[in-house]
T-cell receptor
Framework: GDSVTQMEGPVTLSEEAFLTINCTYT??????LFWYVQYPGEGLQLLLK?????DKGSNKGFEATYRKETTSFHLEKGSVQVSDSAVYFC???????????FGSGTQLTVLP | DGGITQSPKYLFRKEGQNVTLSCEQN?????MYWYRQDPGQGLRLIYY???????QKGDIAEGYSVSREKKESFPLTVTSAQKNPTAFYLC?????????????FGPGTRLLVL
């Protein structure tokens, strides 16, 4: 079945540091890939997505590139802010599935 | 403002009691979903509905029930058969029934067992 593996957290960075959160996947066919963000006590918000190989999703300074050859969709940001502190979820949906499959989430804390 | 509302924010359940979590959307979305989130884990799908009066079980439907009598509403009942109901419950909706449509989430309801 489909699965998503994220790097384990928590991740703690200083403000303005570079962020990478790794995400790899296993899926049948050509899945669409997503990053969601969850701020404390809230629901999830879509951060970015990519629907085919080599697509780059971007939003709010975050980027992720759909790499079919390495089955990866790593999240990056060049300079994090305290307000980026949240839990980040990688997710996919494949053509044969009827539901999103989520990774376990990565807690990010940014210190001033 | 369009969006998804969930109520209540916190809910307490006594042993043997059924409780119902509300989810309403005014986005005119066709599909709606219920997820359960446990600490340190990703989301797991409980039920989903692609059209009024129809719904499908997700990965962890046992101990839960749903209804979809109106397009904008998708309440979830946690029954006494659910032995470990303490969790954060998230409702979501998407415009179409294609599973690759972006899902939009509500703020969640935290259920605690007394």
């Amino acid at each position: 079945g489909d699965s998503v593996t994220q790097m384990e957290g928590p991740v703690t960075l200083s403000e303005e540091a570079f962020l990478t959160i790794n995400c790899t996947y296993t899926a049948t066919g050509y899945p669409s890939l997503f990053w969601y963000v969850q701020y404390p006590g809230e629901g999830l918000q879509l951060l970015l997505k990519a629907t085919k190989a080599d697509d780059k999703g971007s939003n709010k300074g975050f980027e992720a590139t759909y790499r079919k050859e390495t089955t990866s969709f790593h999240l990056e940001k060049g300079s994090v802010q305290v307000s980026d502190s949240a839990v980040y979820f990688c997710a996919l949906v494949s053509g044969s599935a009827r539901q999103l499959t989520f990774g376990s989430g990565t807690q990010l804390t940014v210190l001033p | 403002d369009g969006g998804i509302t969930q109520s209540p924010k916190y809910l307490f359940r006594k042993e043997g009691q059924n409780v119902t979590l509300s989810c309403e959307q005014n986005l005119n979305h066709d599909a709606m979903y219920w997820y359960r989130q446990d600490p340190g884990q990703g989301l797991r799908l409980i039920y989903y509905s692609q059209i009024v009066n129809d719904f499908q079980k997700g990965d962890i439907a046992e101990g839960y029930s749903v209804s979809r009598e109106k397009k904008e509403s998708f309440p979830l009942t946690v029954t006494s058969a659910q032995k470990n109901p303490t969790a954060f419950y998230l409702c979501a909706s998407s415009r179409g029934t294609d599973p690759q449509e972006t899902q939009y989430f509500g703020p969640g309801t935290r259920l605690l067992v007394l």
